[in-house]
């Protein structure tokens, strides 16, 4: 019972992660069926540059998203290192805080990766020829 009590912070962070991501998830394809079925019969003309706005909102969207992970996940290995420190009478081995490093150095790099290709993307501009 104590060394499941040590990896509750832990499970509660990833926990509150999953419920957010499955709440974007949720909420994006939501706003893809709406965009998709009309509530009405009538044909009516779509003002210029609809589709386009449309496009910058999803691009938008992913951006934030990204944004958002590169703040959290930080700290949340902080709070993770913190609890394993609090919660543990044995200090983290080197390997830990190696990992923690490496999954979260690792992790932002993916973040500003993807960051840049939506940029790219909204801008236009494409690098490959």
């Known amino acids: ?20 991501m499955i709440v974007i998830y949720l909420l994006g394809k939501s706003r893809q069926i709406k965009g998709r079925w009309p509530p009405f019969t009538d044909k009516f003309l779509r003002s210029p540059g609809e589709s386009l706005n449309r496009q910058i909102m999803e691009i938008n ?50 973040c500003f990766w993807k960051l840049i290709e939506f940029f790219n993307k909204g801008l236009g501009f494409n690098p490959d020829p």
């Open 1 to 20: 019972m104590n060394r499941l009590f040590l990896f509750f912070p832990i499970i509660l962070v990833f926990g509150i992660i999953a419920i957010v």
């Open 61 to 110: 969207d992913e951006i934030i998203t990204y944004l958002v992970w590169v703040l959290i996940v930080p700290l949340v290995l902080y709070s993770d290192y913190i609890s394993m420190l609090h919660f543990s009478s044995l200090q983290p081995s080197l390997s830990t805080i190696a990992l923690i490093y490496i999954l979260g150095i690792g992790f932002i790099i993916y």
